[in-house]
């Protein structure tokens, strides 16, 4: 859809910081299911959300709102950029990317709300972390995701990319050296969001026949 022509601009839909610094990149789409409603993320440096008007190019300026998790430090759950965003069974998840893409520690942390505008809150009493290095397995930096759910079904995968493992050191530039992987992504009873392990082979096919 968002390729149509008629959805087409040459014009950016957001082009300053509403913190007055970070930079405007990393942006997600999200529908809400309850309201009907788009929502655009945003942010490195800061997260930002706000409403989409219905052409899709531009937001609503006045449901602008900072949404920046707040705590942790750069190697625990301080949020640093592409945030993504997903609704299951009444809770909004906010997902983000802690650290540097080029940086074998890039780790993916979540917090939920009640609300597509936030705020975020900790999960039992932290940002926790679903996703990280194994350098056993030698995976670094898996970070920048997005989450795929299957349709009709409570089946979630997660989407992200990791640092190739042999460019790991700063000087082969692992921020693009990166591979694109997808692993299951499951919940507890309370809705949690069970941490992930990366894997190597990634989940089996899925079949396209209707059962």
């Not at 707040?70 to 301080?78: E, I, K, P, R, V």
């Not at 350098?135 to 995968?157: C, M």
Request: hydrophobic share 30%; charged share 20%.
């Amino acid at each position: 859809m968002l390729g149509h022509p008629a959805l087409r601009s040459n014009e950016p839909i957001v082009t300053d910081s509403p913190t007055g610094g970070g930079q405007q990149i990393d942006v997600d789409v999200f529908f809400d299911p309850k309201s009907k409603k788009h929502y655009l993320y945003w942010g490195n440096g800061y997260m930002a959300g706000a409403e989409l008007n219905d052409d899709m190019l531009s937001i609503k300026k006045e449901t602008i709102k900072v949404m920046t998790p707040q705590g942790g430090t750069l190697q625990t759950w301080a949020y640093r950029e592409a945030p993504y965003v997903f609704y299951r069974k009444g809770t909004y998840y906010f997902l983000w990317s802690v650290d540097d893409t080029g940086s074998p520690n890039y780790h993916v942390c979540y917090g939920t709300s009640r609300s597509p505008l936030g705020p975020i809150e900790m999960v039992d009493g932290q940002y926790p972390t679903i996703l990280q290095q194994v350098p056993e397995k030698f995976i670094y930096g898996t970070a920048h995701n997005s989450v795929l759910q299957l349709p009709g079904k409570d089946e979630w995968y997660i989407v992200y990319h990791r640092i190739n493992k042999n460019h790991i050191e700063r000087i082969m530039q692992p921020g693009i050296h990166r591979e694109v992987c997808i692993d299951r992504m499951t919940f507890d009873k309370k809705g949690r969001i069970v941490p992930v392990t990366p894997t190597l082979d990634g989940p089996a096919p899925l079949s396209t026949k209707k059962k």
